[in-house]
């Protein structure tokens, strides 16, 4: 769904004309509720993100603060939010569709994977320009380098996904294979490895915990394989495996460890996500099992044009609203302290604070809105020319993997050249460039 309405009129400049004329293109034998749950799912993490987000002003200085901090009655949404796990599921069963497809028309792993790799990638660098920019600015101008470092930290939280579903992306051929050769055995054993990894981490070093970035997420990617086969399709079948996962998650945050928020709330001793924990993968299993049970008749409504345009217009730009989202709301802020403290002084979790959610919530996406607009066209950009050996991609993806990763931990304020990481910054771009990524390719 990539051509553009043949005329140069109206339908050029209005993006819903363009979104329904792609709609109209689209094959009868699309499933169209990947392409929406990937839709919704974006707009819980957005949603999620702001309505979480509680900076507020006292005694003169900028607090960075969760809701989830100030009330824990909110912990509990943090079921609802924390749709990540759907982000796996889908891309596990577009994965496999781009896979097979490459295989029956010839193409090499190489080439499918400078594809993904360009598509993943190419986004995210504008993004991480701008942040140097920023903070390099920031600290010019007398800004303390602590502060530079918490706002990048909060900007640039969205790309830890990137750096793991990346790696995900590089293994597929493996994991693919796996799931023909071994069915759910391939997915047993991934969840037998986060079982013993979470057993290691309250037992042996929390440092353990952190292979399961692989086990827990690539065994929700192998789920999306299972859908793509028909095996979890059905009311049937889907409400199953939510009523089992909700089971074992109820049990593991009463009777475990396992705290009842699927976020990390600060201060807290133990997170159910940094790293993750299995308890993730429950609530992984009951939020697919319970969205697929309903897909029959969301396939029947997504069959009419005005529904599914919207679908095609938001994943035109869903790459941009995800990892732009919490840019736009920390400059938000930063402009709402110019402005005297404006919105920032209301204790978060009172009643005023909650009266004036909807408020931010529209600043929020005013403020994200350029951001969507203008650096949409990342997402569009295509592959080179020339297909890199199969050695030299995995090598960039790597770098890229790893210095993503390290970008959201810690933000991109440090003590080298203009106060950025440098030699952490390196690892992304160096990575692009190996791979032949280039976001400004049309």
């Known amino acids: 769904m990539s051509d553009l309405p043949p005329d140069t009129g109206q339908n050029k400049k209005n993006i819903w004309a363009q979104a329904k004329f792609l709609a109209g293109k689209t094959p009868e034998s699309r499933n169209r509720y990947v392409d ?13 993100h702001w309505l979480m987000a509680a900076p507020y002003v006292n005694g003169g200085g900028i607090n960075i603060t969760s809701l989830l901090e100030h009330q824990e009655w909110v912990r509990w949404l943090s079921w609802g939010f924390q749709v990540m796990p759907v982000f796996f599921l889908v891309g596990g069963y577009s994965n496999s569709i781009s896979w097979q497809s490459a295989r029956r028309k010839g193409k090499s792993y190489a080439e499918w994977l400078q594809v993904r790799l360009q598509r993943l990638i190419g986004p995210v660098l504008p993004l991480l320009v701008l942040w140097m920019a920023l903070a390099a600015g920031a600290q010019w101008i007398g800004l303390s380098s602590e502060m530079v470092k918490v706002a990048s930290q ?8 990137l750096a793991v579903y990346t790696a995900v992306v590089v293994l597929v051929p493996l994991t693919y294979r796996a799931w023909q050769k071994f069915g759910f055995k391939s997915v047993a054993a991934l969840l037998l490895a986060a079982v013993i990894d979470d057993y290691l981490f309250f037992t042996v070093d929390r440092a353990a915990g952190w292979f399961n970035y692989g086990f827990i997420w690539l065994a929700i990617h192998q789920l999306g394989y299972a859908w793509r086969d028909g095996y979890m399709a059905g009311a049937r079948q889907g409400l199953a495996w939510a009523i089992a996962g909700a089971a074992v998650l109820i049990g593991l945050v009463t009777l475990g460890p396992y705290p009842v928020s699927m976020v990390s709330v600060p201060g807290n001793d133990i997170s159910n996500t940094l790293p993750p924990k299995i308890s993730v993968l429950a609530l992984g299993i009951a939020q697919c099992g319970l969205l697929l049970s309903i897909e029959s008749p969301m396939r029947r409504w997504l069959a009419n044009l005005t529904p599914w345009a919207a679908v095609v217009l938001v994943n035109s730009m869903i790459m941009t609203v995800f990892l732009w989202h919490l840019t736009a709301s920390t400059l938000a802020i930063g402009g709402a302290m110019l402005f005297d403290n404006a919105g920032l002084t209301v204790p978060p979790g009172s009643g005023a604070w909650w009266a004036a959610r909807p408020v931010w919530i529209l600043v929020y996406l005013a403020a994200l809105l350029p951001f969507a607009l203008g650096f949409g066209r990342f997402e569009r950009s295509s592959p080179g020319p020339v297909v890199f050996p199969p050695w030299r991609l995995v090598t960039a993806a790597l770098l890229i993997c790893a210095g993503l990763a390290l970008l959201a931990l810690d933000g991109v304020a440090g003590s080298g050249w203009l106060g950025l990481k440098v030699w952490v910054l390196v690892l992304p771009f160096a990575g692009a460039v190996i791979a032949g990524i280039n976001p400004l390719r049309s």
Do not use: E, Q, Y
């Open 154 to 161: 909060m900007a640039l939280i969205p790309i830890w996904f």
């Open 36 to 48: 929406f749950l990937r839709a919704v799912s974006i707009f819980a993490v957005v949603f999620g």
